[in-house]
């Protein structure tokens, strides 16, 4: 990951997680429950930013001042992106990056675990129940970064 805002973002999700996989008292399950929800809302919001960050500024490069503007106000209203949105705003940028994408978020999980936090965001926005913990919203972390490098390579972010 190469942008300074991800890169921040990505280091404070980190340093919650081991601060609450490590500090918490192991009795207190009700506070990690609790823990593990607020970690996953903030992995939900750090998706969204970096499809507004990374796309953001391909299309900063890019893109004449009419069209920069019009662009970075269609990427600023995404919110909630699920994998399959995610391969719809690739292909509206070029039709191979969405295939690209859609085969890369195929493999090793990283569809499930964007998925599955988006959703999870969902219930705990709406106060449903949730049984998303921090060690799976850590994993699913992985895929995030993984997906934020693969939108910057397509993007020529380097």
């Not at 970064?145 to 380097?158: K, P, T």
Request: proline share 2%; net charge positive; charged share 25%.
């Amino acid at each position: 990951m190469k942008h300074p805002e991800l890169v921040r973002q990505h280091a404070i999700l980190k340093s919650l997680i081991r601060r609450t996989l490590h500090e918490s008292s192991t009795k207190d399950i009700e506070m990690k429950a609790h823990w593990g929800r607020y970690l996953c809302v903030l992995s939900a919001g750090f998706v969204e930013n970096i499809v507004h960050h990374v796309y953001g500024t391909y299309i900063e490069r890019t893109s004449s001042p009419q069209t920069r503007r019009y662009a970075t106000h269609a990427i600023d209203d995404i919110q909630n992106p699920k994998a399959d949105r995610l391969i719809k705003i690739a292909a509206n940028f070029d039709k191979t990056w969405g295939n690209n994408l859609e085969v890369f978020l195929d493999a090793e999980f990283r569809k499930e675990a964007i998925n599955t936090i988006m959703s999870n965001r969902h219930l705990i926005a709406h106060g449903k129940n949730s049984d998303i913990t921090i060690a799976r919203v850590d994993q699913y972390l992985s895929k995030i970064v993984e997906l934020a490098d693969f939108l910057e390579i397509q993007c020529g972010i380097h």
